[in-house]
């Protein structure tokens, strides 16, 4: 399967370090990406509508590029940190750009991986949680995982051999 995998985090930190032990996982019969949505010139959809849904993106950057990823992708893992409660501003962006070909993002399977400063029995994860739980309701998205870490500082996560453990072991729900 070709996988594809979302780092939602600007810095090298918890949400890279959860994803390399998520990737180190995965065996060798797939294939898997990561892109580092930071990286990308995305402008924000401006709601036009020329897309139709199904058009792509009037945008002159890097909306097409990701969206056609997604689309070719047979699991999307999205990787985020958690920000005033709500998944990052550039995971936020290159969702909202699936809007414009939306009619051929359905039947993924999909993965969650979010990483918060606070406790993971707080309200954000289970809001972040809610939000994919609509997305993938909407797309009918088949949501494979939902995995939420504490973590702050940068070697926050990696200096937990139980998350590791975990997410090194996601991996075999796709064989
Ligand atoms: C702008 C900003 C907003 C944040 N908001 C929250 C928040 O609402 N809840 C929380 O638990 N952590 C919050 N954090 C902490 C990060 O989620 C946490 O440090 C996480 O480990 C960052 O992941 P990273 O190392 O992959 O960048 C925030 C951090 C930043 C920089």
Redesign the pocket.
């Known amino acids: 399967m070709k996988i594809l995998v979302l780092n939602g ?3 090298k ?4 370090t959860a994803i390399n032990a998520f990737a180190k996982g995965v065996s060798d019969n797939h294939e898997l990406e990561v892109v580092d949505t930071y990286k990308l010139k995305v402008a924000p959809c401006t709601g036009c509508g020329a897309c139709q849904c199904y058009k792509g993106c009037v945008a002159k950057d890097d909306s097409n590029m990701i969206v056609d990823k997604i689309v070719e992708a047979d699991v999307v893992v999205f990787a985020t ?5 709500g998944i990052t501003a550039q995971m936020k962006l290159v969702i909202d750009k699936c809007y414009c070909k939306g009619a051929y993002l359905k039947n993924k399977k999909v993965g969650i991986i979010v ?4 406790n993971t029995n ?1 309200k ?1 994860y289970e809001l972040i949680k809610g939000q994919f739980d609509c997305i993938s309701g909407y797309l009918s998205w088949d949501l494979l995982f939902y995995n939420a870490y504490s ?2 500082k ?1 070697d ?1 996560l990696a200096n937990c051999q139980s998350a590791i453990k975990e997410l090194e072991s996601l991996g075999a729900i796709l064989d």
């Open positions: 985090s600007p810095r930190g918890n949400t890279l940190p958690v920000y005033w409660w990483v918060g400063g606070a707080d954000q973590a702050t940068t926050d």
